[in-house]
């Protein structure tokens, strides 16, 4: 599609948010040229200092000779404003004489007062004096220009401001909606990737705002609203502007949020305000971000609901029922909680069409990684296949954050291009948070080293190829001290009870380890308790995989906050609670005592791992297998230097980038598991 150039015959766009006042630049430039002409022409009025002020009888007899010193010129001037015969005279003597209170000395002298004719005469003989007549017109504008400037400044700095306030105080209720221009920053299709699906059903948006008459001729209808779901990161916004990009259409962004305020009727007056600039711009487009914000369902939660949201809410309901298609204007609205929405937003004839963008697959991430490497220098050693198929469930957010953080870590290696083993160190980084090296003794070193070697053997026995060991380690990252990590080598959609089961049992691998090996249990089980809780919780609640039958049984499990009942109610009697708290143990002891079988058929393995870790700190899933198949590591182990560390000077702590997301492996302190 051709680019869209600046055309001076392009229809204006109308009624846009009024701009605030904006002083004229170089404005304190001007102002202090009005200040300083207003005290020029201040101290010409009055006196100087170090000028002596003289009688006029005094100034007859320097000219004549007959004071101590003599003139050696002066000005006489009429002064209009004194009377016809008030003159003002000014001039230098040939000597020094007292200046005035300061006791000073000075040749400049100043007299006012009448003069008379004799006095008149006596002046002009001494050929020493000049008369000079003041204009009209200058002694008007001395008199009145200083009052003008003042006058002008106040203007300027307190009624103008005053004035611009309170328009502002008017435009309170006005849309807070952005206009994106269209030359710049243009995002079309061909930006998005890994969402094929929702750019069809958006694709039919884009040919109508082009051509509406080929809808409408066909008595059609282009729905009125679009409801992009999906998670966070999965590129709902980028959606949204491609497809402003596309028809070539104003795009008006604004967020739920900007919505509500602590004033009354000021976010329904913004709705009615923003419908109205999308008809004056018609065929347009108009996003609403996060529209969970305001479009919750009406009266839910704990208290009821807000007064003023609800408006808000009423008002965005009414204004999208009474919406004409025809005038080609399209709402698109993004939320990642579409099971808070009010159903009146829903409802056909708002939002008639929902567009799940959901996260990519194996092929969409090898297209959002294209996408996002064209800005990114790579080496040719990089193949975005392998890179797309060790990410899976990342988003497009955290795809386009993997490349530019392998861009960071090559250029503090001083690298000219992107190598693979940068990608490779940022994919372990976001996926796993950062490593950090902390001084542990031998004891903690060792209890660690047998924990994360309990979830690599289980992991090793029970894994059936779909998610092998990717690496294991003692080296913290994120929030654990050590973890087993996995790499899918598929994008895995469904979940059998079978590999449920080996979850739980490849949970208890740490507990089991350090109670084999120490007759004694720590907090480092924490996280793994938790997590195979919650999964043998829901396989018997959610699943329907226990003797309890393929019932839903968690149905009380939502907070009351933000839920849509006012109240908890309780959908389970004593008797099923029980039942349930049995079923789940079963799951929890029975997978336990499996694992503990397993680990103690292969104790010799156990030790090898362990003693590997402890040298090592870091080995690979291969060696985790060779040493399964041959009882040593056959391949060997390369592992990047530690830096220089001293018992007196402690690691510096800081927060993981990301935690840890492996949810078996993971040993960490006694605090609750990061999600």
Same mark, same amino acid.
């Given at each position: 599609?051709?680019?869209?150039?600046?055309d001076?015959?392009?229809?204006?766009?109308?009624?846009l948010?009024?701009?605030?006042?904006?002083?004229?630049k170089?404005w304190?430039?001007?102002?202090?040229?009005?200040?300083?002409?207003?005290?020029?022409?201040?101290?010409?009025?009055?006196?100087?200092?170090?000028?002596?002020?003289?009688?006029?009888q005094?100034?007859?007899?320097?000219?004549?000779?007959?004071?101590?010193? &003599?003139?050696?010129?002066?000005?006489?001037?009429?002064?209009?404003?004194?009377?016809?015969?008030?003159?003002?005279?000014?001039?230098?003597?040939?000597?020094?004489?007292?200046?005035?209170?300061?006791?000073?000395?000075t040749?400049?002298?100043?007299?006012?007062?009448?003069?008379?004719?004799?006095?008149?005469?006596?002046?002009?003989?001494?050929?020493?004096?000049?008369?000079?007549?003041?204009?009209?017109?200058?002694?008007?504008?001395?008199?009145?220009?200083?009052?003008?400037?003042?006058?002008?400044?106040?203007?300027?700095?307190?009624?103008?401001?005053?004035?611009?306030?309170?328009?502002?105080?008017?435009?309170?209720?006005?849309?807070?909606?952005?206009?994106?221009?269209?030359?710049?920053?243009?995002?079309?299709?061909?930006?998005?990737?890994?969402?094929?699906?929702?750019?069809?059903?958006?694709?039919?948006?884009?040919?109508?705002?082009?051509?509406?008459?080929?809808?409408?001729?066909?008595?059609?209808?282009?729905p009125?609203?679009?409801?992009?779901?999906?998670?966070?990161?999965?590129?709902?916004?980028?959606?949204?502007?491609?497809?402003?990009?596309?028809?070539?259409?104003?795009?008006?962004?604004?967020?739920?949020?900007?919505?509500?305020?602590?004033?009354?009727?000021?976010?329904?007056?913004?709705?009615?305000?923003?419908?109205?600039?999308?008809?004056?711009?018609a065929?347009?487009?108009?996003?609403?971000?996060?529209?969970?914000?305001?479009?919750?369902?009406?009266?839910?939660?704990?208290?009821?609901?807000?007064?003023?949201?609800?408006?808000?809410?009423?008002?965005?309901?009414?204004?999208?029922?009474?919406?004409?298609?025809?005038?080609?204007?399209?709402?698109?609205?993004?939320?990642n909680?579409?099971?808070?929405?009010?159903?009146?937003?829903?409802?056909?004839?708002?939002?008639?069409?929902?567009?799940?963008?959901?996260?990519?697959?194996?092929?969409g991430?090898?297209?959002?990684?294209?996408?996002?490497?064209?800005?990114?220098?790579?080496?040719?050693?990089?193949?975005?296949?392998?890179?797309?198929?060790?990410?899976?469930?990342?988003?497009?957010a955290?795809?386009?954050?993997?490349?530019?953080?392998?861009?960071?870590?090559?250029?503090?290696r001083?690298?000219?291009?992107?190598?693979?083993?940068?990608?490779?160190?940022?994919?372990?980084?976001?996926?796993?948070?950062?490593?950090?090296?902390?001084?542990?003794?031998?004891?903690?070193?060792?209890?660690?080293?047998?924990?994360?070697?309990?979830?690599?053997?289980?992991?090793?026995?029970?894994d059936?190829?779909?998610?092998?060991?990717?690496?294991?380690?003692?080296?913290?990252?994120?929030?654990?001290?050590?973890?087993?990590?996995?790499?899918?080598? &598929?994008?895995?959609?469904?979940?059998?009870k &079978?590999?449920?089961l080996?979850?739980?049992?490849?949970?208890?691998?740490?507990?089991?380890?350090?109670?084999?090996?120490?007759?004694?249990?720590?907090?480092?089980?924490?996280?793994?308790i938790?997590?195979?809780?919650?999964?043998a919780?829901?396989?018997?609640?959610?699943?329907?995989?226990?003797?309890?039958?393929?019932?839903?049984?968690?149905?009380?499990?939502?907070?009351?906050?933000?839920?849509?009942d006012?109240?908890?109610?309780?959908?389970?009697?004593?008797?099923?609670?029980?039942?349930?708290?049995?079923?789940?143990?079963?799951?929890?002891?029975?997978?336990?005592?499996?694992?503990?079988?397993?680990?103690?058929?292969?104790?010799?393995?156990?030790?090898?791992?362990?003693?590997?870790?402890?040298?090592?700190?870091?080995?690979?899933?291969?060696?985790?297998?060779e040493?399964?198949?041959?009882?040593?590591?056959?391949?060997?182990?390369?592992?990047?230097?530690?830096?220089?560390?001293?018992?007196?000077?402690?690691?510096?702590?800081?927060?993981?980038?990301?935690?840890?997301?492996?949810?078996?492996?993971?040993?960490?302190a006694?605090?609750?598991?990061?999600?």
């Open positions: 599609m051709p680019e869209i150039k600046n001076k015959k392009r229809r204006p766009l109308k009624n948010p009024p701009e605030r006042f904006q002083p004229p170089f304190f430039v001007w102002l202090s040229i009005a200040m300083a002409v207003v005290v020029i022409l201040f101290f010409q009025r009055t006196p100087m200092q170090g000028v002596a002020r003289l009688k006029i005094e100034v007859v007899d320097y000219a004549d000779g007959a004071g101590l010193v &003599k003139v050696k010129e002066g000005i006489i001037r009429p002064e209009p404003s004194g009377g016809r015969d008030w003159v003002v005279i000014s001039g230098e003597l040939t000597g020094e004489i007292p200046s005035g209170k300061d006791g000073g000395m040749k400049e002298f100043r007299a006012e007062g009448r003069l008379t004719d004799a006095n008149l005469e006596r002046l002009q003989k001494s050929e020493k004096f000049s008369e000079r007549q003041p204009s009209t017109w200058m002694s008007g504008l001395s008199q009145f220009l200083p009052i003008l400037l003042l006058i002008v400044l106040v203007y300027f700095l307190f009624i103008r401001q005053l004035r611009n306030a309170g328009r502002g105080a008017m435009s309170f209720g006005k849309s807070r909606a952005k206009l994106l221009t269209r030359d710049r920053d243009k995002i079309t299709f061909a930006d998005v990737a890994g969402c094929d699906e929702a750019k069809e059903e958006v694709s039919e948006v884009v040919d109508f705002l082009k051509d509406p008459k080929k809808f409408t001729r066909m008595g059609g209808k282009i009125k609203g679009i409801l992009m779901v999906g998670p966070p990161g999965t590129g709902k916004t980028l959606l949204a502007k491609a497809v402003a990009g596309e028809a070539e259409v104003p795009f008006f962004s604004i967020s739920g949020s900007d919505f509500v305020e602590m004033f009354v009727g000021v976010g329904a007056s913004r709705v009615r305000d923003m419908f109205e600039q999308g008809r004056k711009n065929p347009c487009l108009i996003f609403i971000d996060e529209i969970d914000a305001v479009g919750r369902q009406r009266g839910a939660g704990l208290g009821g609901g807000n007064d003023e949201r609800e408006q808000t809410l009423n008002s965005l309901l009414v204004e999208m029922d009474g919406f004409d298609t025809t005038e080609g204007v399209i709402i698109i609205a993004a939320t909680r579409p099971d808070v929405l009010d159903s009146a937003l829903l409802r056909p004839g708002r939002f008639d069409r929902q567009v799940h963008v959901d996260l990519p697959d194996l092929i991430r090898e297209q959002i990684l294209r996408v996002h490497a064209r800005k990114i220098s790579l080496s040719d050693d990089i193949d975005l296949g392998v890179i797309a198929r060790g990410t899976s469930g990342l988003s497009g955290d795809l386009a954050n993997l490349l530019n953080e392998g861009a960071l870590i090559a250029a503090r001083d690298k000219k291009r992107v190598e693979m083993v940068d990608i490779i160190d940022a994919r372990d980084k976001v996926i796993w948070g950062r490593e950090r090296r902390r001084i542990m003794d031998d004891e903690e070193k060792k209890i660690t080293a047998w924990h994360e070697a309990g979830h690599a053997i289980l992991h090793a026995v029970l059936d190829g779909t998610i092998p060991i990717y690496k294991a380690t003692i080296l913290p990252r994120g929030r654990a001290l050590g973890f087993v990590a996995t790499l899918p080598s &598929k994008d895995i959609l469904t979940m059998s &079978k590999r449920l080996d979850r739980v049992c490849m949970a208890m691998g740490g507990r089991i380890a350090e109670k084999l090996v120490t007759s004694e249990i720590s907090t480092g089980a924490a996280s793994d938790k997590q195979a809780t919650d999964t919780r829901a396989m018997v609640c959610d699943y329907g995989m226990s003797d309890l039958g393929p019932i839903a049984l968690g149905q009380d499990q939502d907070t009351v906050f933000l839920g849509r006012i109240t908890r109610s309780q959908h389970v009697s004593e008797a099923t609670a029980q039942r349930i708290d049995a079923a789940i143990a079963q799951i929890i002891t029975g997978q336990y005592a499996r694992g503990e079988s397993i680990i103690t058929e292969h104790r010799e393995a156990l030790d090898k791992i362990a003693q590997a870790l402890i040298e090592h700190e870091t080995i690979e899933g291969r060696h985790v297998m040493i399964l198949k041959h009882g040593e590591i056959k391949s060997p182990v390369i592992n990047a230097p530690a830096p220089a560390r001293t018992a007196g000077k402690p690691a510096e702590n800081k927060p993981a980038d990301k935690p840890a997301t492996d949810g078996f492996g993971s040993r960490t006694p605090a609750p598991n990061p999600a």
